[in-house]
């Protein structure tokens, strides 16, 4: 997320990423960046309303417990017009191959009643048909059953508790639009390409028309300030970091093209 650089930041120490080693191992030898502030996805109360130019979410949303309540918060902290990346893994090439789907219902039921009741049940689907898939688990010869839910539960262990292809998460958004009162426009989705696990899908906070007899408004101009702060993101030689945020650069370039009216 951007930040306005007259936005308090609170500095902190190295005890998140300390957990997080300890919950994945197989990153040991990774170099992590110290975030300047740390939050919940459905808490961003360090960030105030219409505050940011655009959040991504890469690799996020199928670790929430609650979704749509924490796609309410991406929202609300996002400026009209701006924008909300969002790259999920396909669960066809991934470790969630033999897992069902999650329904509209489900995460519907999970927003209005909470998640407490359905915690458990996640944690055993994914002890029993993701772990196996997971090479480091499978090298720690880790077996499966009650002990290990427990274990994970305990350690409040951050699996995949949602599992989408394209067309459901798709379905997921328009639900999560209307359960939570969201006005997002789709912009842009890129399909999973062969050598990679992933799909993205970006949308724009707004769903107003644009008079084409008017000057920009200031919203709009920051779709043009956006795109400088895309371009330089991707101006990095790790493809695999930025290639995704390409797709955010044209997006944003065909939004700031239909935003200006004509000379």
Request: glycine share 6%.
């Amino acid at each position: 997320m951007t930040v306005p650089g007259d936005v308090a930041v609170r500095y902190v120490d190295r005890a998140p990423l300390d957990a997080l080693r300890r919950q994945y191992p197989e990153l040991a030898d990774q170099a992590l960046v110290s975030p300047s502030i740390i939050g919940q996805a459905d808490d961003l109360s360090a960030l105030g309303a219409d505050s940011v130019d655009f959040v991504i979410a890469n690799h996020l949303v199928e670790h929430l417990e609650d979704p749509i309540g924490a796609l309410r918060e991406m929202v609300r902290v996002i400026r009209p017009g701006g924008i909300l990346f969002m790259a999920l893994p396909d669960p066809r090439v991934t470790f969630d191959v033999d897992r069902e789907l999650t329904s509209a219902e489900h995460v519907i039921d999970e927003f209005r009643n909470g998640t407490k009741q359905t915690r458990e049940d996640h944690f055993r689907d994914w002890v029993a048909k993701a772990e196996p898939h997971v090479d480091w688990v499978k090298a720690a010869g880790i077996v499966g059953g009650p002990d290990r839910v427990r274990q994970l539960i305990e350690m409040d262990y951050s699996i995949h508790f949602h599992v989408w292809r394209p067309d459901t998460f798709m379905e997921f958004m328009v639900v999560a639009s209307r359960e939570a009162h969201l006005e997002l426009e789709p912009v842009d989705f890129q399909p999973r390409v062969a050598d990679d696990n992933e799909y993205i899908f970006i949308f724009a906070k707004g769903m107003g028309g644009l008079a084409r007899d008017r000057a920009p408004t200031p919203a709009e101009i920051r779709v043009g300030s956006l795109e400088a702060h895309v371009a330089a993101i991707t101006g990095s030689r790790s493809w695999r970091l930025t290639a995704p945020l390409r797709v955010a650069g044209r997006a944003l370039r065909r939004k700031g093209q239909a935003s200006r009216p004509p000379a």
